[in-house]
């Protein structure tokens, strides 16, 4: 099908996004298991900060590859002829690639929107702000549901229900607390809507189910251990407050942009667990397959800048992208 020089780049650049990111997420996929079983190994929050790398990894490789390579060997080396052909496994590809970032972007758009509206929602039907989570303060809400989350991205907002209020002490409250600013500082709701703009591997389908997963129960342990910081009597008051939580129900508001003290019970006992019988802040060794890691980084990254600053690099890149085009 013949397109114009420029529309003709554009399906270049979402079909092979659409490559790469497949095979990368491949290689990330295949690693997986290795890669839960080495932040087992390190401390919690640098466990969550490694999986949240390897989870933005192909994406962000992708967009540096067509960044990098592919549109500047185009416009270098592509002559601005119109009306030239490209191929239906171009266009199929591209096709997709323009799905899964079209899919991506609304269900970032509509989380932002649906976190807005439910903070708008809680600050009407709330009672005087409580002091105690910095200037916001915390929306203290009567609206039947056992909730203790931090909701938004901007100005992250510490929502609570009457009912979890009324069921801590204070020094379980304290502790809560503790823990949901510990998500604030942390900005975990952030990276949650990073990871809804991230594209799918193919529309519809994430393929990164496993590493949401680690990543969540690694920054919820992150959590615990800065709400902890070394004393055994909030480690104490934290888990009581956990379980009593779990116990008036567990609700997740309509939205994705929030961190909830309690978000499901499949981790619950192992929280609870870690903070009753093992010192929740005690530190871990790092793991030497982390040093090895940063080593391949850094070896990467001079490659790249290599093949960056060789021009005849762009040539054979080039090449490549006209068989792709075909």
Known sequence: MPLPYYLRLLCLCLSTFFVVHGVLWLLVHGLTPAALRMAETMRPRLAARFLFVLRVAPVAVSLFLIAGFCVPSYLWLEPNATGERVGWFCLIAASLGAAAWTISLLRGVNSVALTERYLRLCARGSQAPCTGMGPSGVLVVNDGNSVMAVAGVVHPQLIVSQTVMEALSEEQKEAAFRHEAAHRVSRDNLKKLVFLLTPD?????????????????????????????????????????????AKLGIHRPPSYLLSSLVDDDRDLATRVDRLLREPAYAEKPLAPLLTVSRNVALALSGVAATLLLWPESLGRIHGLLEHLVR
Do not use: H, M, N
Request: proline share 2%; charged share 25%; hydrophobic share 45%.
């Open 201 to 245: 591997v193919v529309p519809c389908i994430s393929g990164y189910a496993r590493l949401d997963r680690g990543w969540a129960k690694f920054t919820e342990w992150a959590a615990d251990d800065d709400a902890v910081d070394g004393s055994q009597d909030r480690a104490l008051s934290l888990a009581t407050a956990l379980v009593r939580i």
